[in-house]
């Protein structure tokens, strides 16, 4: 085109009284029946033949969908970005569908095609979404199946030293139960002694009862 777009149609923005066709549109029957055959013209499930290695980039996606730009380089996104021009996006609706279709025609570009765009682009869409949902999908049950894993070989793991503990208490109890036995036979074992003492001693320096203190530590020298 020699002329922006929007210079295409500005008569018909700027026109008070536009044609009676132009405000009429096709019956919603008709256009109903049309989009319904071009979306059954178009493959319900496209072909992904590259990877798409940034999720966040329709572009790529669309490029792995191969979906490619026609000729006229109308596709449904750059209608979209014309309805939202500032020329444009502040008229009345059918102004605006007026004013695409006056460009769509003055570049030889069939609504059908654009159409076709947007279908296209919306089952690449939706066959992305679904691919990465199964791929989301897919990666919960792997890491739920790894946490079972884990908490199961924590389960043990924990069972294990709950074990030790276990036997170090026993162990204990066990060593305590032999002392506590033994303190009482070197308690009747002192007072044997202290008996034998107390026959040649004013004071009997046998200690019997509780357990002989423990002698001081001798000071080295210098400290």
């Given at each position: 085109?020699?002329?922006?777009?929007?210079?295409?149609?500005?008569?018909?923005?700027d026109s008070p009284d536009p044609p009676a066709e132009s405000n009429a549109g096709p019956p919603a029957s008709n256009a109903a029946q049309a989009i319904a055959d071009i979306?059954?013209?178009?493959?319900?499930e496209p072909r992904f033949t590259t990877a798409v290695h940034n999720a966040a980039?329709?572009?790529?996606?669309?490029?792995?969908?191969?979906?490619?730009?026609?000729a006229h380089?109308?596709?449904?996104?750059?209608?979209?970005e014309m309805l939202r021009s500032e020329h444009i996006r502040n008229l009345p609706r059918e102004v605006k569908r007026s004013s695409v279709l006056v460009a769509l025609e003055a570049s030889g570009a069939p609504l059908q095609?654009?159409?076709?765009?947007?279908?296209?682009?919306?089952?690449?869409?939706?066959?992305?979404?679904?691919?990465?949902?199964?791929?989301?999908?897919?990666?919960?049950a792997r890491k739920a199946q790894e946490n079972q894993q884990i908490q199961t070989e924590l389960d043990r793991i924990v069972e294990e030293h709950r074990a030790r503990m276990q036997a170090n208490h026993e162990e204990v109890a066990k060593e305590k139960e032999?002392?506590?036995?033994?303190?009482?036979?070197?308690?009747?074992?002192?007072?044997?002694?202290?008996?034998?003492?107390?026959y040649f001693v004013a004071e009997n320096p046998i200690t019997t009862g509780g357990p002989a203190a423990q002698p001081e530590r001798s000071q080295q020298p210098g400290k």
């Open positions: 085109m020699s002329k922006k777009w929007y210079n295409l149609f500005v008569s018909v923005g979306a059954a013209s178009v493959a319900p980039s329709f572009d790529e996606i669309y490029s792995a969908a191969e979906i490619p730009a026609p380089g109308f596709t449904i996104m750059k209608v979209a095609e654009v159409i076709e765009d947007a279908v296209k682009r919306d089952r690449a869409l939706d066959t992305f979404e679904r691919v990465q949902q199964n791929a989301v999908e897919a990666l919960e032999r002392f506590f036995g033994w303190r009482l036979k070197k308690q009747e074992e002192e007072q044997k002694i202290a008996e034998a003492v107390s």
